[in-house]
């Protein structure tokens, strides 16, 4: 059983200080969930507004800004549980990597299902976006991917045929996409142009991803380039919602 008491560690919250309580708080709790201290819940609002001599109301607010940042979920009437660590989290203005490695990094076992393999004509669409020409034969891949067997998406790849032709004989099951086109064909993927939005899944993607359908997602539409600025790769991918965190790092022009 999982000991949720409040830690012997004593930490202060400053109610003279410019930090505002809430934010102090927040920092505190996301400090002790990192570093262990809780693992599966947090302490209730009135266990916490004891222990920090703070009203419910700026708990209150600080356990809604936590849910917003998918750090937990609140559940009305029982804990509020913490989200495992074990969630897609990328960080922009820093690098490119496939799927496959960004689970290796954070110590998950990556695999993949595929649903579809084939060829397919360009639509007007996709000849557009992969600068190919309409009907010209694209390769389709649809894949469920997994982190240590768990669903974190589902995704659908675009590709222009001349550039793999013998991508058929790979098995994507068990091969990283990104990895056979820069090995087999040396297509070196440096960039990745992407947009995000909210969706919801049908009953058929609810069922794949292992969730319910009331449930969220989101999806990432875009380009991936190689290094010459061709358009190798048009994807969309629609994560968990439960599984899914994106931080972007802004820097401000100094020109201006």
Do not use: W
């Not at 222990?51 to 419910?56: A, D, I, P, T, W």
């Not at 990094?105 to 299902?113: A, Q």
């Not at 539409?221 to 931080?247: H, I, N, Q, S, W």
């Amino acid at each position: 059983m999982v000991d949720n008491t409040v830690p012997v560690k004593e930490v202060y919250i400053s109610k003279t200080g410019f930090i505002p309580c809430y934010l102090q708080l927040k920092n505190i709790l996301k400090e002790q969930i990192n570093s262990g201290v809780f693992i599966a819940t947090i302490p209730s609002e009135r266990e916490l507004s004891e222990k920090f001599h703070l009203s419910r109301s700026t708990v209150r607010q600080t356990i809604n800004e936590m849910a917003k940042e998918g750090l937990i979920v609140k559940r009305r009437g029982q804990a509020t549980v913490i989200i495992p660590i074990n969630r897609m989290v990328r960080d922009y203005a820093h690098e490119l990597i496939s799927f496959s490695e960004e689970m290796r990094r954070k110590g998950l076992i990556p695999s993949s299902k595929v649903l579809r393999f084939e060829k397919v004509p360009a639509t007007t669409d996709l000849a557009e976006k992969l600068k190919v020409k309409e009907g010209d034969e694209l390769v389709l891949l649809e894949r469920i991917r997994y982190g240590n067997t768990e669903p974190f998406n589902l995704g659908i790849s675009y590709l222009p045929f001349s550039l793999c032709p013998t991508i058929f004989q790979f098995d994507f099951n068990q091969e990283s996409l990104h990895h056979i086109l820069k090995s087999h064909y040396g297509l070196d993927l440096v960039m990745s142009q992407e947009s995000f939005e909210p969706a919801m899944p049908s009953q058929h993607e609810a069922q794949l991803l292992g969730i319910p359908l009331c449930s969220s997602l989101l999806l990432m539409e875009g380009l991936t380039y190689a290094a010459d600025g061709t358009p190798v790769e048009y994807f969309r991918l629609k994560f968990r919602g439960d599984k899914a965190r994106f931080t972007v790092k802004v820097f401000k022009n100094r020109d201006i």
